[in-house]
Every structure is written in structure tokens, then in C-alpha cells.
């Protein structure tokens, strides 16, 4: 299989992510807001940060 094309796409006026937020909803409401689709075999890249702090799963350096 070969690609002939690769784009990159940032999400603007994602809010800060605080724990308990439902990324998935931030992140289709972004994307419906810019009026981006998404089609079959695209591809989604989220940092591990963001998830985390979503989940509640990090501390603060002035905790450690």
C-alpha cells in the first residue's frame, strides 16, 4: 500500500482539559465546530497528557 499524501490538522480552542471531562465530546464538538469531517481510515492523534488529565491520573510537581 502506498501514500501519496500526509495532513496534519491541530484542533483549535480546545479548553483545558480538567479531570472528569469527556475528551471524546471536546474533541468531536471541535471538530464539528470547525467544520472538519472525518472519513474512513483517518487517523486521530491524542497526547497521553491530555487523557491523563481527563482521567485524573497526574500530579502536580509541587506535590511530589
Known amino acids: 500500500m502506498?501514500?501519496?499524501s500526509?495532513?496534519?490538522k491541530a484542533l483549535p480552542n480546545i479548553p483545558l482539559i480538567s479531570p472528569g471531562?469527556?475528551?471524546g465530546i471536546?474533541?468531536?464538538e471541535a471538530?464539528?465546530?470547525t467544520h472538519l469531517s472525518l472519513t474512513n481510515g483517518d487517523i486521530l492523534v491524542i497526547a497521553q497528557?491530555?487523557?491523563s488529565k481527563?482521567?485524573?491520573r497526574y500530579k502536580?510537581?509541587?506535590d511530589v
Open 2 to 4: 502506498e501514500f501519496s
Open 6 to 8: 500526509l495532513t496534519l
Open 21 to 23: 471531562d469527556h475528551l
Open 26 to 28: 471536546i474533541i468531536l
Open 31 to 33: 471538530i464539528n465546530n
Open 49 to 51: 497528557k491530555v487523557v
Open 54 to 56: 481527563a482521567e485524573g
Open 60 to 62: 502536580r510537581l509541587a
